[in-house]
């Protein structure tokens, strides 16, 4: 943002019906730029704080300097919405929507990167955003026996457009068939009946090409009657789960991991030899297992496998039922204060903040739950959640 600013109150309206509201909520404390992943890089510098700044001015994309525009093009994508600026605002000011809202102006007038549009127009074309042809969406189950889903079937499987289109990643779906074959879970996949989740396209700001994408989807799994839908992709799981249902989606999404540790709980899964190496889980995107609706999935189906391979490590010990619990999360490095890992109730937000001091600059920012720890002499007010153990 530049240091002179050029109030454009039609922008700032239009970002605001985009969903850019949370705008109003920032004060500037700078805790996000703290928590930002972007302050670990040297070379680059993203001020996050801005953002809300310059939507309460409208002052997105005002210079008629191309070098300029560029720059502000480049950092309004720079986001790539982890949510570590959401999960430790004081306000909950949810700087994602914002960007989203953003983006979403800089799509209408054609501004945005030229390899967000082609793969935009891919997947509103082909239905993935390698352009492939559609009617090859489920080649990658020829020869494996795979019916098409059918009404009464307990789950569709969604593999992605990675997996059915990528030759190095065929081989993911197929042994995710395998497996479910050999536990003789009742699935079948639409084949080219489905398009791309659509969650790249919203994320890019082109609204109203997810909202077809999308759509069609909820139309054709509506029409097929499915009601839980197995997801391999972190992306697919959180789009299905949490954004499908502005389209009036009535399905149930479940993670391969939460539906691959409930097999394993019901010994529908077993192991038929030893392995004699040392295995690390490694979740896809790891960012994205934040969100409420799917946190704790990855330690379940870690815990699960443990206990029954009998792998060693710190996850061998827990059941699968603790491991969903939530958990643990270490405080970012360049946090000003000591953040409480030892918390296990990190989300928990309230909207009363630690007043004991009387000095307005030395407020000290914690939420209600670890703030009792930190001023043990103050007395707990009513509807205060307790100390965590």
Known sequence: MNARIRPDWDIRDAILDMGGTDAYKCYQCG???????????????????????????????SSEDTEEIEREVTEVYRCVACESCSTWCPHG??????????????????????????????IHSSGNPFGEPRE?????????????????????????????????????????VKVLQAAKVSFGILGDGEACCSEAIRRAGAEEVFQEVAGANVAAFTEAGVKKVVASSPHCHRTFDQEYGELEADFESVHLTQLLAKLVEQQRLAPKAALDKKVVYVSLDSSWWRFPTTRGSTACAAAAAAAAYG????????SPTSACSRPRRPGPR?????????????????????STSKSKTSRSWWPTHCRQQKTPNRRPKTGDVGPCS
Do not use: H
């Not at 792998?311 to 827990?318: K, L, V, Y």
């Open 136 to 176: 090859r969406r489920g080649a990658w189950a020829e020869g494996l026996d795979v019916p098409l889903f059918e009404e009464g079937m307990d789950y569709l499987y969604s593999p992605c457009c990675v997996p059915s289109y990528d030759p190095r990643a065929v081989k993911v779906a197929q042994a995710t």
């Open 334 to 354: 360049s946090w000003r204060w000591p953040v409480p890992t030892v918390c296990r109730c990190s989300r928990t937000r309230s909207k009363r903040w630690n």
């Open 93 to 122: 000011v949810r700087m994602p929507d914002i960007m989203r809202g953003i983006r979403r102006i800089l799509v209408e007038f054609g501004s945005y990167p030229s390899e967000l549009s082609e793969a935009v127009s891919r």
């Open 311 to 318: 792998w060693s490590g710190p996850r061998a010990s827990a």
């Open 31 to 61: 805790k996000c730029m703290a928590v930002c992943p972007w302050t670990q890089v040297e070379t680059v510098t993203f001020p996050v704080y801005r953002m809300p700044q310059s939507v309460k001015f409208g002052a997105i994309m």
